[in-house]
């Protein structure tokens, strides 16, 4: 994979005409760099921390805000208080990732030396022995050390009264090194005879995350409630860093040593069934309870609620391609709550050795549920936690108890609510032999390869298929014959197109919708809690194009308006329209788009936006795909919804349908290129981070199989795992069935989920398509120095160029 310090370069913007100028000098670049035999590794980590330094989120440094907002909360630890103090006090470094095997999919618990030997995990000693290499690798990156557990704890009952025939005592435990180490507790003990089950959770009194009216709930059920102070709104754990300064912890493992602190209490308790202790908290107290679950298997039954980033959700898909929080940011805005290594990973996080799943499955074999919304903005992603449960499951099952492992969804936004908190209890109950109220376990992204495979009855044998040579030009046809004129080249695009359409699968059949579209102010009531961008420079109404299998789909069309909200046209009284289509996000076209949007309003380009099946409001929908329809593609339903939105579109008075663009990051720009090389219609297409070559796939990306294996896009390809080459239509060609229209490109350099070499090469293939067509300025090429992400000097470039078109 490309390191930041290989080739650290200027974003760059090429026609096609400078794209063989760029290719001559990246390979020398590349090919000096790559005699690492003469450079000290200690210069090469060295190096990559000065890119890193440049790339990352700034931390929000408490020196510089006001006295009264600091608190130690904000402080990285007791020792540093800032991730950048932590640097020049450790002098520590990021790892050689050169050296270190690249895992793109989530790491497998069940493989030991993944990415080395491979070597199944099979027996109860080989999993002991993973279990204790997990457990170092989660000190190293993410909880930091800490310590062994007190011998000399001490319980003081401080306040004790009984109110309705609860017992309410408050209770100070004192341990540690002269005893200077305490924590408080709320112990809410039922009337009756014991023993009870307990739930214990952190002492948070309001917000979204009232853990003591969760604890209210648990003990109206029978449950000893037991509260800690681990939280912000007390918390006693802080000072432990100062107590024990010989360990590295962060502030979510000292909150969560403070939990078996708590333990240790309860298990003094005669009242207590110390075989049924259950902890749970939400959102940040959810990463709190993982750790504290991992480390203590005294806990026998975990709730993860809405955990997000260091809760149930992998850090390989935290990433800006999804709308949850990267690792950059949550160490940038958090820095105390994770170990620092972590953030060396930025970026490069399938280089990381372990991934959440590995934590959570120490907790095995105990209980434990996953719970999120599948709609939850800013820090949700349904998909995730369902990697997530696939991955535990097969763990579960190894240890033979697959009934201990739960996953629920509920729909809104990241609060819960008591039908949700009941809903957990009637798990607890269920796992601790109390109920017998049954669990569902729903999946709403219910896909699997080989699910597939027995659904559609298909079975493609890829020697049936050509090989294509590596290297071939783009500029000859199946037979090898070159191409050397435009009518020969639009000739072979029909072929292109046609090896597109097979891989989208087969469309069922269409009839023209009447009519076609219109705006209305109504919505999908999904809508009313989803996070939609908002404009200060237009307004927005809904529309309603009719697709192609008869789906009433809403899409928003945003539009430039004057002080009055009037539709502000140009010159010739019309608009063009860009449809941007989103990432991967949950929540479909999100908040996070709203300057991008008021950009191009600002330029008098109107944004049609929708969400994709499988996102947003059509996460249901796309759960039985390919139950409805097994010889399609949710890729190719994807293309037919954005060819029905031109249609929707091209029926607007207002609209110049010479002008109808289409846009994407991510999966957005991946599905724009497959239209744009369908439908002529597309006047121009940019994209960032939309491809990586196919064919020749590294082992460093996900390849063939993020299509046909991990988000279900297009099933067919996963036939062709073991003989790449002989894939009929790649990118390269997709691309290149775009000309002689103009194409932007932004890839860049070090985005994990790309092979830039691969894509350099692709788009020089592509350029002498353009070229040959005497369209060599109609192809932009643009690789900025970044990690995956649409940064806002991207979307500048986006915007500034269909502007650019559009004004021709």
Known sequence: MHNPSQAKRKPTRLTAALLLMLSALLLQTSNLYSQTGDTDPQEIREAYLQDLL???????NPDHRPRNVVSSFERLSHQDHTWYDWLERTGELPPNFDEMPSIPLLPNPLILDEGGENIPVQTMTQWEEQRDRINEHVKHLLSGTFPSPPGNLQAEVLESHIENGVTVEQVRLRFGPGHRATLHLEVLTPPGEGRFPVFLTQLTHAGWSNQRGWAQIALQRGYIAVLYTGSDDRDDTWEY????????????????????????????????????IALTGHSRYTKTSLLAAAFDDRITAVISSSGGTGGEFPYRYTDDRHSNESIDLLTSIRPQWLHPRLRFYTG????????????????????LL??????????????????????????????????????????????IESRDMEAYIDWLDLQFGRSSIPQENKIYYDYSFEKWKDLSGEVIDPHDFPEIPAGQTLLSDEQGNAISTSGEWLQNREVIQSQINWLLGEAPPRISAKPVGSLH??????????????VSNGRMQYIAPYNAVGEYLNGALYYPSDENGEMKTRENGKLPVVIFLHKYSNTGYDGQLSSLFDNFLSKGIAVFAMDLIGFGTRI??????????PH????????????AAVDALESLEFIDNEQIFLSGFALGGT???FTSALDERIAATAVSGAFTPLRNATGDVEGIKAYSHLHGLLPRLGFFLDEPGRISVDFPEILSAIAPRPLMVIAPELDRHADFENVRKSMEQISTVFDLLNVSENLQFSAPFDFTRFTSTQQDEVVNWLNEISAD
Do not use: C
């Open 348 to 367: 490069r996080e399938h280089k990381l050795p372990i991934d959440q799943n590995s934590l959570i499955a120490l907790i095995a074999p105990n209980s």
């Open 620 to 629: 249901e929908e796309g759960t039985y795909f390919y139950d409805r329809y």
């Open 370 to 415: 996953l719970s999120t919304s599948i709609r939850e903005g800013g820090g949700g992603d349904a998909w995730a936690v369902e990697q997530m449960y696939h991955s535990l499951r097969d763990v579960y099952e190894f240890l033979e108890v697959p009934e201990k492992l739960g996953i629920r969804m509920r729909d809104g936004d990241h609060d």
């Open 521 to 534: 102010n109504g919505a999908d009531y999904v809508n009313s809690f989803l996070n939609r961008p908002r």
């Open 241 to 276: 860093q100062e107590i024990y300064p010989g360990y590295d912890w962060t502030a979510l493992m000292t909150r969560a040593w403070g939990a078996h602190r708590a333990v240790d209490y309860i298990y003094t308790l005669d009242s207590a069934d110390h075989s049924k």
């Open 671 to 673: 599905v724009s290129l």
């Open 54 to 60: 440049e790339l990352i989120s700034p931390h929000p």
């Open 632 to 643: 399609w593609s949710k890729l190719g339903k994807m293309v037919t919804d954005t060819r």
